[in-house]
């Protein structure tokens, strides 16, 4: 950390900089400029509230100059982070894999005509919502554990993986049997409880990042499952607020690269969530995969406009077919396989 | 709901659309006019899902005409809400109620000076966290319900109510002896299964809206409060994420106004966290007042730089009293007590 | 238009909405309904403006139903605009498009070389800046028309067409012999008088996006150009401003199949422009091509680093002729040549 | 500037690193830390393009530690600037000042009716556009010298001083006989051009916030107009660009105490862009006014529904009188006068 002190800053004002630095537990290099004093600290700084001394009397700015996270960081893995599946399906490596499935497990019919569509269509995982967050308390809050056990026969029969949603830590040991990679929805990206507990779990967590949330926000995230020894997680783009209307979120590409140079962690990128209308999931795929996408998380329902949640944005299982034959060609031009 | 159709939509895109009006459960009008289709929906719109109808072919848009919240609309109660607490203390009425307390109750001194100067200063709530979502793993947690009982304690002697934020279901219950109030934080905005809870509570909820949140999707949150039979919301403006850099937040006082057209419930204005910095609160509490502000919720601590949360955006006891006798002359010149 | 009122609007309310509307010059269609009465404007509402009507007591909102551009619109040419160059190339077509150049035109050896990449590279387009909006007074601003006689003659020596920027009515005659195409920057997307004055010139225009502009306002804007007879529009997207400050913009991928969805008109990304960073220009170049761009505007220079303006997201040559080589493949994956 | 090291960067990286600071003009001092290598500018920062040492090799990020702007900074003037009009009015005094009038200069009777409204409401300025950059080529755009000469007599007859908008560097020499300061537009902030020639000019000028703009990048744009001699420019914030679609624009109340602490150049509001709407145009005033604005910029007109344009934020005469006298009492409340 370094606080660059006003050039009008009295004695007074850079003491008591420096005794509230040491008080944080670290050493505090001074610099006395022409111009500038600069208090640089030395230590433990990843912690340190920044906001804490900006405001203090005399300060003009306060920078972090190492990243905030460690294990997160690429220099940690510098050859990438690659994640092994029991049905031997894996996340970082050569392959781009495709994560396909429904907003909402529905029944056992609905389950298995899509598990079967991922099979042919080349994927190897299953995603689906047992539960679900819904903004409508009139709407339909997912099938729970029957569901999963559903979809993990689904899975099975078709040698897929699972991933679903975990919303509260009461539902971890519940889910363990049935899942092979839990999903953290976006609005709990910063849920530190429950990510502190997938800390724990020794199965990959797929993290969405939140609408809102910065790309380092995002990396800070997955420090607290990997700082619990967890170390299979999978950061994932779905689409920021930004103020353009014309799609739901505006997806945010230019975070896969910075994302891959930044972190060793595998990068998914969600289409379907990040615009919003199927018409413009599989262009957006297709720049996923172009702009280096380890993974793909695709919502498909075998009667889209008739499924209970998210219809707007499900692909119907002809639609995905085609479009996982076309993105196998992009990935190729990368240099990957699909 | 009004779906507009493209120029040169077919009539079986027509049809499509309007079936699928049909199965949604609403009526539909259809004007047909020289350049375009317009379909209405008369009927029970207000759960009606518009990104389904927006993705159909032939469509050009949609929109909503009637406000997808009721029980939060100024129309439900054009003379506004007024909530009273046990202490006598009223939200919503003439006089600006002033809330105010430490980011975390910490200990029994700390909390009863605080609530002392709040009492000095004419407030009638104290507020305090008990259960702490910390960014890190390591920072404190909170003192939990034993804090909760100091603060009723230091409450009760000075004859103020207590606010304190709920962050699960389970919490609801333990608290429900010790706070008169319950905040529910901007990253719960959309909680739902928790906002459905708190409408079965029979206490007043104060509801932050969260950090990338419309206000329309606040009033939504509300609804769902008001839903339960629990009216008793206070609405919470603190900030919104947008590109500038130079505030942690960027308070959004227009949204003081505009919820106070748009719905009957009280609006609270948090400076601290709008801002995030302790030199900033005085001038935006006071603008806060004078856009219409029903109530101020202010971080206080005896020893703010040493607060263990949020120092940097907690005042000083002291700079409370002056910034309270200011705020007053202001509260007179917008024809209101505080 | 539909002006929706609000349940409780009055007679004389709904009336004095009325009289506004059709001193407009719309007329007025009416429906009572029970809880709602909604107002529909015919005629010709293109020009309308829409707040005017918010304002007026009673009113709850107030929507567009028709796209308030008409000769932008998809519907105008259903098959899409391709615009041939004097050297033979094409926008809008099969083939992708390469336009690349340096930021500033600088001196002959420079142009010479980057033109001569250029067309090792397969590109058929030269853009280099001559009038430099630069935001120093003290930085290098540009040479002027000298600057683009060296630009045309090293682009006639390649056979390449030439792109320059124009910020200034008075400088579209003295341009008029060396460019093949006019490129409006960011800042002027909504310089209305000099996109009327384009409108005038029988060259194509290359309009980038504002860098806070909706995607309907880029398409407002060369409404302008095209409703003065020039057809001949390429649209740009280059980034815009988000809260997120990993990249200096945040490169907006879905604008491209948006825009090829609204608008007959070609769209070309520039990748250099909207991240601002040389190591993120490949990934968001192959990013674009995949989600359906017509054409690519990248920044190269023989020396990046010593560039005078743009260094640091600014291409080597060797880089570039590599990217061409690699986004072959990727054109040809979603059914392109380049 | 500070360049901070990755922690696995090379002795080459570093040497490559320094290399490009001693070629940019500055000295640098090199600590070489038990985990990372931190290189430390010393000199002229000021015109230093960061993001070129950021996309260098090994580089993990850079810091400007030394504000952008030296003139406009608080530092230059402790006890901030005040400027005196020719009418003996004062903008950066005890008093805060009122600048009002209509978008645009209509016609003889409509600008002498305002120019009367204003003096008996007490203010000392008068504003009218003459020449209009309007989004619509079908728009009226505006009386230009005929317009300011009927202001000018408008204002003189009423003790008022004049302010109008430059849009163009031409455009100044006409306007200089009758305004007493020039305004410069949302989208002329960074017109570098523009701004360089209003520091060649003995007037002062008031500087708009772009509606993307930082707080930096405005005080950027003043240090030109500064740069050139001319000490007197007005700042105003008139509302950013944000997701939230309830108001036009989200207005940066914030900005006013972060532009008072950052700089010692006077603060306008203008609440009118700042929402959009009329009816929201009173208590952002009076939040502006309580947050420490210097002026308020208000669109006036005496039958605003019928104002050419912006009618929808324009107030009625009389509702401006009768805001006069609120703020009035609202700016005695932070000790100033009205």
Same mark, same amino acid.
């Given at each position: ?32 400029? #022409? ?8 230590? %433990?700084?990843?912690?340190? /509230?920044? =906001? *804490? ?12 100059? =190492? ?36 907003? !909402? ?6 389950? $298995? #005509?899509?598990?079967?569509?991922? *099979? ?11 539960? *679900? ?6 709407? $339909? ?7 999963? *056990? ?19 830590? #009461? ?10 990679? $839990?999903?953290?929805?976006? +609005?709990?990206?910063?849920? $530190?409880?429950?990510? +502190? ?34 170390? /299979? ?14 799609? +739901?979120?505006?997806?945010?590409? !230019? ?7 930044? =972190? ?18 599989? %262009? ?5 995969? #172009? ?17 209970? !949640? ?29």
């Amino acid at each position: 950390m370094i606080v660059a002190m006003q050039e009008n800053a009295t004695e007074e004002q850079i003491d008591a900089v420096i005794d509230v630095m040491l008080e944080s537990g670290v050493n505090v290099h001074r610099t006395t400029g #022409a111009m500038q004093t600069i208090l640089a600290a030395v230590g %433990p700084t990843a912690g340190l /509230d920044l =906001s *804490k001394f900006e405001v203090l009397p005399g300060v003009l700015n306060v920078h972090r100059i =190492s990243a905030p996270y460690k294990l997160a960081g690429r220099a940690f893995r510098p050859h990438g982070t690659t994640i092994e599946f029991p049905n031997g399906a894996v996340i970082g490596g050569e392959q781009v894999a495709m994560i396909a499935g429904p907003c !909402s497990i529905e029944n056992h019919d609905q389950i $298995f #005509a899509i598990a079967a569509s991922v *099979k042919v269509a080349g994927g190897k995982f299953l995603r689906g919502g047992a539960f *679900k967050p819904r903004s409508s308390p009139y709407a $339909f809050q997912g099938l729970g554990i029957p569901g999963l *056990k559903l979809m993990r026969e689904a899975a099975d029969v078709n040698g897929l993986a699972t991933v679903s949603e975990v919303m509260e830590i #009461a539902q971890i040991e519940a889910m363990l049997p049935y899942v092979d990679c $839990f999903q953290v929805g976006a +609005r709990n990206m910063q849920n $530190f409880n429950l990510l +502190r507990e997938l800390g724990q779990v020794r199965k990959p967590v797929l993290l969405k990042r939140g609408i809102a949330a910065t790309i380092e926000e995002l990396l800070l995230s997955s420090e607290y499952i990997l700082s619990g020894g967890n170390y /299979d997680v999978i950061l994932c783009e779905r689409g920021i607020r930004t103020y353009e209307t014309a799609t +739901r979120n505006t997806m945010d590409i !230019s975070a896969i690269p910075v994302l891959k140079k930044l =972190s060793h962690l595998p990068v998914v990128a969600d289409p379907s969530h990040g615009t919003g209308r199927r018409d413009m999931v599989a %262009p957006m795929a297709k720049a996923a995969v #172009a702009a280096g996408a380890d993974a793909l998380l695709i919502e498909i329902h075998p009667n889209a406009d008739k499924s209970v !949640s998210d219809a707007a944005q499900t692909m119907y299982l002809e639609d995905f077919a085609r479009l996982t034959a076309e993105l196998r060609t992009i990935a190729q031009a990368v240099g990957r396989t699909l």
